[in-house]
């Protein structure tokens, strides 16, 4: 493991960022689909400050008990306070806390990536809202209490809309879509706003992001059996709906349908699909203002030909040089190299080594928060 950690030091020689660490992560039986998110997660830079800054503002609170915000917290500070710049480190403390918060991850079965990712991203905020909501609670019964004497403690409970926590977690990752829907009758347009953290996009053979969120934009007919109830009509009308991106996230996330339940067949097929997705994209077909520009900073690519086996890794770019991380063993990559993942161009081939989420991160510099 030191000759591989030595290796990268040799390779990025004194190109080596300053203060960065470049750590793989011990795999305890089958949490490559924990690792291979994990490495993707600290090399989102706006992201893993901000869990160093709660880190090193909550340290003082020993006694609380541990969570996988914590548990979290504590594994990346442990990375980026390693004296050594390579090596390896167990994430022991989080993945047992995963397993005894979530059953799902409990078992030596092959476990999805996405699902992971996604369960972690929505534990994580509500952890940081029952710490508002609590911190809150703790400042109004410490008030005076001649304050709330007269009238109600709490001024929105008459029928005003709470407003919802915005998390850091919300500030980097989260979206909203639209929801459109224009009656053909009376050409009326419903809109229904939704947020989300990652986009899941339905894939084809030898095809691109952009046009795989071109067909997640387009337009769609709602008749026969499907009719859309119009308030305005008062009944069931043929109607369009179409979604947009209204406000897109600063951390764009996309994650590639790979698994398709086949009918014929009864169970899952992983779908290995040549899918482009390109170091800069240009989302502009799904927003409402100006095109937003992204960057690629990380890949978790699914090794294997099905479903329910195969391993999991991450390419990322950190500090304009692409590293590949596989559990324990780091090294640089090839910018170039990243193509190899986009899939195959036909069904059976021997590469199985194919991008399944995509992390690309907002340019716009007046987006940076």
């Known amino acids: 493991m030191g000759a591989a950690g030595s290796k990268l030091e040799k390779a990025l ?21 924990c690792n291979s ?21 909550n340290k003082n609170g020993a006694d609380a008990e541990d969570n996988l915000l914590t548990c979290l917290a504590d594994l990346f500070t442990q990375i980026s306070s390693q004296k050594k710049k390579t090596g390896v480190i167990a994430p022991k403390r989080f993945v047992q806390r995963l397993k005894k918060q979530n059953e799902l991850f ?99 053979q030898n095809s691109s992001i952009t046009s795989c969120l071109k067909n997640f934009s387009s337009t769609e007919t709602l008749n026969a059996e499907d009719k859309f109830f119009c308030d305005k009509c008062c009944s069931l009308q043929e109607a369009q709906k179409r979604m947009k991106i209204k406000k897109p996230p600063h951390i764009l996330v996309i994650h590639l349908k790979r698994f398709k339940y086949i009918e014929q067949l009864g169970r899952y097929k992983k779908l290995s699909y040549r899918v482009v ?15 937003s520009e992204y960057s690629l900073f990380a890949v978790v690519v699914h090794v294997g030909s099905g479903p329910n086996h195969g391993h999991y890794v991450s390419l990322v770019k950190s500090h304009n040089h692409w590293l590949f991380f596989d559990d324990e063993n780091v090294e ?11 899939g195959s161009a036909q069904e059976y081939s021997s590469n199985t080594d194919h991008g399944y989420i995509l992390f690309y991160e907002r340019l716009a510099s007046e987006n940076k928060s």
């Open 106 to 204: 409990r078992s030596y079965m092959h476990q999805d990536a996405h699902e992971f990712l996604n369960f972690l991203l929505n534990e994580l905020v509500d952890i940081l809202e029952k710490e508002a909501q609590n911190a809150k609670n703790e400042a109004e019964t410490s008030s005076p209490p001649e304050k709330i004497a007269n009238g109600p403690k709490n001024p929105q409970a008459n029928g005003v809309k709470k407003e919802p926590l915005v998390t850091w977690v919300h500030k980097n990752f989260q979206g909203i879509l639209t929801n459109e829907t224009r009656c053909l009758r009376c050409e009326t347009v419903t809109a229904r706003d939704e947020t989300f953290f990652d986009l899941s996009l339905d894939i084809e």
């Open 37 to 57: 998110v994990l490495q993707a997660l600290y090399f989102c830079v706006p992201f893993r400050e901000q869990l160093l800054d709660y880190y090193s503002s």
């Open 13 to 33: 020689g004194d190109q080596f960022p300053e203060g960065e660490r470049y750590f793989g992560l011990e795999n305890f039986g089958n949490t490559c689909y």
């Open 332 to 342: 640089m990559i090839d910018e170039s190299a990243v193509q190899t993942f986009f």
């Open 277 to 291: 997705f390109p170091l800069e994209l240009k989302l502009s077909n799904t927003v409402e203002d100006a095109d």
